[in-house]
């Protein structure tokens, strides 16, 4: 069963919607409704990537680093967004903390409310 701050494997699309690469990804929230789909964003481990104060670097001495299954440090970029259906979601690697993914999901938030 899927929750909240796991990360899966997934083809993230690109903005031109054109296939990705398989990818992880951080499941955010399941949407609300009858359907099984996910508020994901992506994770990259290009640290050029980076946004200071909104994305989450995942660093190789970070305390959940380990248990998140990432290979190399890596960037949680809050900005790359997307809602798919759980059955695409290729499979679980780790999760994150729950303070990091809280975190997240208010820069997600104070981002949206700021515009």
């Known amino acids: 069963m899927k929750k909240a701050g796991q990360i899966v494997l997934f083809k993230f699309p690109q903005t031109d919607l054109s296939d990705g690469k398989l990818r992880p990804a951080l499941l955010i929230s399941q949407t609300p409704g009858e359907y099984s789909d996910w508020l994901i964003c992506m994770i990259s481990s290009k640290m050029s990537q980076y946004i200071k104060g909104f994305d989450e670097i995942i660093k190789k ?23 798919v ?7 679980t690697i780790g999760e994150i903390s729950r303070e990091r993914l809280v975190r997240i999901k208010n820069a997600i938030a104070n981002w949206i409310k700021s515009v």
């Open 85 to 91: 259906s759980e059955e695409i979601l290729l499979g």
């Open 61 to 83: 001495n970070s305390f959940d680093y380990i248990r998140s299954g990432l290979k190399a440090e890596s960037v949680v970029r809050a900005t790359r967004l997307a809602v």
